[in-house]
């Protein structure tokens, strides 16, 4: 069964992509961290905060983000799909798994 964000989580989400893909990447930072604070033990903030992380080149830090929102649901794909995507360098212009409706495109 195929498992779906919360709406306000993915709200949260859009909003960050949509911020990101303007390169608004201060924004981007607010609004990951706000997510942070207000959802403390889901793991969409950091697999945005891996996501923004990687734009701006830095891959460790990236990395380490996308396994604590696998720490925090080892079942959530997003992460799982970035770590493959970022890890393996194959995203070939794609932005990356933001939500779990991402994860059929990054897949392919």
Same mark, same amino acid.
């Given at each position: 069964?195929?498992?779906?964000?919360?709406?306000?989580?993915?709200?949260?989400?859009?909003?960050?992509?949509?911020?990101?893909?303007?390169?608004?990447?201060?924004?981007?930072?607010?609004?990951?961290?706000?997510?942070?604070?207000?959802? #403390?033990?889901? #793991?969409? #903030?950091?697999?945005?905060?891996?996501?923004?992380?990687?734009?701006?080149?830095?891959?460790?830090?990236?990395?380490?983000?996308?396994?604590? %929102?696998?720490?925090?649901?080892?079942?959530?794909? #997003? %992460?799982?799909?970035?770590?493959?995507?970022?890890?393996?360098?194959?995203?070939?212009?794609?932005?990356?798994?933001?939500?779990?409706?991402?994860?059929?495109?990054?897949?392919?």
């Amino acid at each position: 069964m195929k498992k779906c964000e919360s709406g306000d989580l993915k709200r949260f989400c859009l909003r960050v992509r949509e911020s990101m893909l303007l390169g608004d990447y201060e924004k981007c930072m607010e609004e990951i961290c706000y997510g942070m604070y207000h959802y #403390p033990h889901a #793991p969409e #903030p950091h697999n945005l905060m891996g996501i923004l992380l990687e734009k701006q080149s830095n891959h460790l830090l990236a990395m380490k983000h996308f396994r604590a %929102a696998l720490d925090f649901d080892p079942t959530y794909e #997003p %992460a799982k799909a970035n770590i493959a995507a970022y890890a393996n360098f194959n995203l070939h212009g794609q932005e990356g798994a933001f939500t779990y409706d991402d994860c059929l495109e990054l897949c392919k």
